[in-house]
């Protein structure tokens, strides 16, 4: 008597499923992945060489000038303060309105109180608005009758 296959084995393509499986992979993620380095590293690193330029933000000019930029924020009385000031309101703000928030979210939404049906669900309200934010622009893009995507078509003369 044969010993059954693994689970595994049963799942696997005939021609090499590995290799299928990672391109699929890279092609399902590649959206996110240009998206990532176009709106995050590329705008990260251009800031970060900026930063380390004298460009001012008006004029086509700059040169490098290293970690001066730095040097001169560190020894800066006035950058100091406010950096502390930041500091400080930061630390403060942030772990108090995540405790706050946690708090109230578990107190209002467990407690047999009257409206709580009302509480969770404006409480589940940011999860769901940006989707039908969304929904709702990719339907006026799109609309047969009068989407903005067939009113640019139509300069072109495509109908």
Known sequence: MQAPEPAAAAFRHPRGGKRYRARTFYGFISP?????MLL???PLGYALWLSLTNYD???GRYHYVGAR???DIL???DALHALTRTGIYTGI???TGIVLGLGAGKYWSTRPIRGRPAFRAFLYLPAV???VGSALCFKLLFNS???MLNNILGWFGIS
């Open 69 to 71: 930029n730095y040097t």
């Open 145 to 147: 009758d009068f989407g």
């Open 93 to 95: 703000t942030v772990p």
């Open 32 to 36: 996110w992945l240009l998206g990532f």
């Open 40 to 42: 995050t590293l590329f």
């Open 57 to 59: 933000g008006l004029t």
């Open 129 to 131: 608005v940006p989707i």
């Open 75 to 77: 020894n800066d009385r």
